[in-house]
């Protein structure tokens, strides 16, 4: 894989100092963990970044920031012929013809799910998995939208998940194996997966993949070039141009006053925003794009208040842009990248004990083992899971989990056990006196997990999405 290239920020007509207050924003509000940033000026990276014990060539699990790799794969498919945006959806599933019979759900056309306009007043995933599990698109088209097609708007999975649905069917290939020659080999992208639907065995399109900040930082790099990458065209620029632009008014539908990020309009599976346009997920998997600013932001986060990021962004980072820098700058804001860690509370080292099971949010957890060089966590059927300790510090990952202790009082061992091939963390609390823990996730991974194995957890390639 062919590196970006990278910048001093100064030498990009930008003020370092911009970035670092931005960096200090995000680090600075509750409810807010940054896990990696890479930021693009110009097509050079001139800030980047990883919170221990997330690394530059880990792959993770990016929510919703799925669709717009979906509405990439959609570009290739409409350039091949394979899709007609104007083509009912139905059209493309012949076996449900006769079951769905409401002219109402045969008048949802591909534009109208590629860009959240189905019809559809709400989220409308778990009404279409209630109806047909099996084949979820005949449960969303069996619901008669609401609203009207291609008017009102809804961010519901039930809509990406069809497109996926069309090109995977259209192809003959899963969402992945279809972008590997035409996005992630071209782009240099290269360790990716995609969580299935279980029983229709289609990349979920919507949800589910895995990817590296790099790869984020490319795809937003090459929208920005509308299209283009190494002199290579390889998005339609038509595509690019309607991706980008507001499809639907979502003022209403999003839930958010006129002013929000979430109410500029939505595209083809990308958000608009205030200042450019961006797609994103759930805890903070974003891609922003300013082309005003020639800029690209990637970041992963564990984060609660997402639009407080977007607020930092558009306070600190977009004066920085066409601001004078120095070299002073640059190296302060060297420095504040290097070293960085996930936050955990100080506390003495944890003493040789263990616990059982008082609450838990995973389930299969019962037994919890700690001297200060090891964590052993033990499962209802017996299996366990070994991780090392360092003091101070967070090891390198094993198996996709890295985990820190302390004694943080007399009676209290803390213990974080960080996925990190999702933004998520395990907090346990050890009470000594008792010999029992709770079990509890700082931010609850989506879907239905607590039945998951910790192995599940950690290794999320080998399974399927609940």
């Given at each position: 894989?062919?590196?970006?290239?990278?910048s001093?920020?100064?030498?990009?007509?930008?003020?370092?100092?911009?970035?670092?207050?931005?960096?200090?924003?995000?680090?600075?509000?509750s409810?807010?963990?940054?896990?990696?940033?890479?930021?693009?000026?110009?097509?050079?990276?001139?800030?980047?970044?990883?919170?221990?014990?997330?690394?530059?060539?880990?792959?993770?699990?990016?929510?919703?920031?799925?669709?717009?790799?979906?509405?990439?794969?959609?570009?290739?498919?409409?350039?091949?012929?394979?899709?007609?945006?104007?083509?009912?959806?139905?059209s493309?599933?012949?076996?449900?013809?006769?079951?769905?019979?409401?002219?109402?759900?045969?008048?949802?056309?591909?534009?109208?799910v590629?860009?959240?306009?189905?019809?559809?007043?709400?989220?409308?995933?778990?009404?279409?998995?209630?109806a047909?599990?099996?084949?979820?698109?005949?449960?969303?088209?069996?619901?008669?939208?609401?609203?009207?097609?291609?008017?009102?708007?809804?961010?519901?999975?039930?809509?990406?998940?069809?497109?996926?649905?069309?090109?995977?069917?259209?192809?003959?290939?899963?969402?992945?194996?279809?972008?590997?020659?035409?996005?992630?080999?071209?782009?240099?992208?290269?360790?990716?997966f995609?969580?299935?639907?279980?029983?229709?065995?289609?990349?979920?399109?919507?949800?589910?993949?895995?990817?590296?900040?790099?790869?984020?930082?490319?795809?937003?790099?090459?929208?920005?070039?509308?299209?283009?990458?190494e002199?290579?065209?390889?998005?339609a620029?038509?595509?690019?141009?309607?991706?980008?632009?507001a499809?639907?008014?979502?003022?209403?539908?999003?839930?958010s006053?006129?002013?929000?990020?979430?109410?500029q309009?939505?595209?083809?599976?990308?958000?608009?925003?205030?200042?450019?346009?961006?797609?994103?997920?759930?805890?903070?998997?974003?891609?922003?794009?300013?082309?005003?600013?020639?800029?690209?932001?990637?970041m992963?986060?564990e984060?609660?208040?997402?639009h407080?990021?977007?607020?930092?962004?558009?306070?600190?980072?977009?004066?920085?842009?066409?601001?004078a820098?120095?070299?002073?700058?640059?190296?302060?804001?060297?420095?504040?990248?290097?070293?960085?860690?996930?936050?955990?509370?100080?506390?003495?080292?944890?003493?040789?004990?263990?616990?059982?099971?008082?609450?838990?949010?995973?389930?299969?957890?019962?037994?919890?083992?700690?001297?200060?060089?090891k964590?052993?966590?033990?499962?209802?059927?017996?299996?366990?899971?070994?991780?090392?300790?360092?003091?101070?510090?967070?090891?390198?990952?094993?198996?996709?989990?890295?985990?820190?202790?302390?004694?943080?009082?007399?009676?209290?061992?803390?213990?974080?056990?960080?996925?990190?091939?999702?933004?998520?963390?395990?907090?346990?609390?050890?009470?000594?006196?008792?010999?029992?823990?709770?079990?509890?996730?700082?931010?609850?991974?989506?879907?239905?997990?607590?039945?998951?194995?910790?192995?599940?957890?950690?290794?999320?390639?080998?399974?399927?999405?609940?």
């Amino acid at each position: 894989m062919t590196a970006l290239p990278r910048s001093a920020p100064s030498a990009q007509a930008t003020d370092a100092g911009g970035v670092v207050a931005f960096l200090d924003a995000v680090e600075g509000v509750s409810g807010i963990e940054p896990h990696s940033i890479m930021l693009l000026r110009r097509g050079r990276v001139i800030a980047e970044g990883w919170w221990s014990p997330y690394h530059p060539g880990g792959v993770q699990q990016i929510y919703s920031l799925s669709k717009s790799f979906t509405a990439t794969a959609a570009g290739f498919a409409w350039a091949e012929g394979l899709l007609d945006l104007d083509a009912p959806v139905v059209s493309y599933f012949p076996e449900l013809d006769a079951d769905i019979t409401d002219p109402r759900s045969r008048s949802i056309l591909v534009r109208h799910v590629a860009s959240m306009s189905a019809g559809h007043t709400s989220e409308q995933w778990d009404r279409a998995l209630a109806a047909d599990r099996e084949e979820p698109v005949r449960g969303f088209l069996l619901e008669p939208p609401d609203g009207t097609p291609g008017v009102t708007f809804a961010y519901s999975q039930s809509t990406t998940y069809a497109l996926g649905a069309i090109i995977q069917r259209q192809s003959g290939q899963s969402l992945i194996e279809y972008l590997r020659p035409r996005l992630f080999e071209p782009l240099g992208i290269g360790e990716a997966f995609w969580f299935r639907h279980p029983a229709a065995g289609r990349d979920l399109g919507f949800a589910g993949l895995h990817v590296t900040t790099d790869a984020i930082a490319r795809l937003g790099q090459l929208y920005l070039q509308n299209g283009v990458w190494e002199g290579q065209r390889l998005l339609a620029p038509e595509w690019v141009a309607e991706a980008t632009r507001a499809q639907v008014d979502n003022s209403n539908g999003s839930g958010s006053d006129a002013d929000s990020d979430w109410a500029q309009g939505y595209g083809f599976q990308f958000w608009m925003s205030r200042h450019g346009y961006r797609g994103d997920g759930a805890f903070g998997q974003l891609c922003v794009v300013l082309p005003e600013q020639d800029v690209v932001l990637a970041m992963t986060t564990e984060a609660v208040a997402m639009h407080l990021i977007l607020e930092a962004a558009w306070t600190h980072l977009l004066p920085a842009f066409d601001r004078a820098g120095s070299a002073e700058a640059d190296a302060a804001l060297k420095q504040r990248l290097t070293g960085l860690q996930l936050p955990f509370p100080d506390g003495e080292e944890v003493p040789d004990s263990e616990f059982t099971v008082a609450r838990t949010a995973v389930e299969r957890l019962r037994r919890v083992s700690l001297t200060a060089q090891k964590l052993t966590l033990q499962e209802d059927d017996g299996t366990v899971t070994t991780l090392p300790l360092l003091t101070g510090a967070w090891p390198p990952p094993t198996g996709h989990l890295s985990a820190r202790a302390a004694r943080t009082d007399p009676d209290t061992v803390r213990v974080d056990v960080q996925f990190v091939q999702s933004p998520h963390k395990l907090v346990i609390t050890g009470d000594l006196r008792s010999g029992t823990f709770d079990a509890a996730w700082r931010a609850a991974p989506l879907g239905h997990v607590s039945k998951f194995s910790l192995f599940d957890l950690a290794n999320p390639e080998p399974r399927k999405a609940p």
